[in-house]
C-alpha cells in the first residue's frame, strides 16, 4: 500500500504559490471549493482522498481532468470535504 502524504497548512500554501495559482484555481483542479480549500491551509485536517489529489495533481502534474473515472474521483472527493 502507498503510504499518502501529509501536508500542513504552509505546505500547501508553499505549494499553491510555486504554482503560481490562486487558491480557486488550485483547489478547484482536485474538486474542491475556495472555502474549504482555505480551511485546509489554515490548518484544518484534509481527508485522505483529497490528499492523494493534492499529491497526484499538483506534485506529480497528472492530468485528471481527461477521464471519466477521474472526474468521478474528484467529485468523491470534494463530497468529502
Not at 488550485?26 to 480549500?37: L, N
Not at 489554515?42 to 485522505?48: A, L, N
Request: with cysteine; charged share 25%.
Amino acid at each position: 500500500m502507498l503510504k499518502t502524504k501529509q501536508y500542513t497548512g504552509a505546505q500547501l500554501i508553499e505549494l499553491r504559490k510555486r504554482l503560481r495559482l490562486n487558491q480557486q484555481q488550485f483547489w478547484a483542479e482536485v474538486g474542491v471549493t475556495q472555502s474549504g480549500g482555505s480551511r485546509y491551509e489554515s490548518g484544518r485536517k484534509m481527508p485522505k482522498p483529497v490528499t492523494k489529489l493534492i499529491e497526484l495533481v499538483h506534485e506529480c502534474q497528472l492530468d485528471i481532468s481527461t477521464t471519466k473515472a477521474c472526474k468521478a474521483l474528484a467529485k468523491a472527493a470534494k463530497g468529502i470535504a
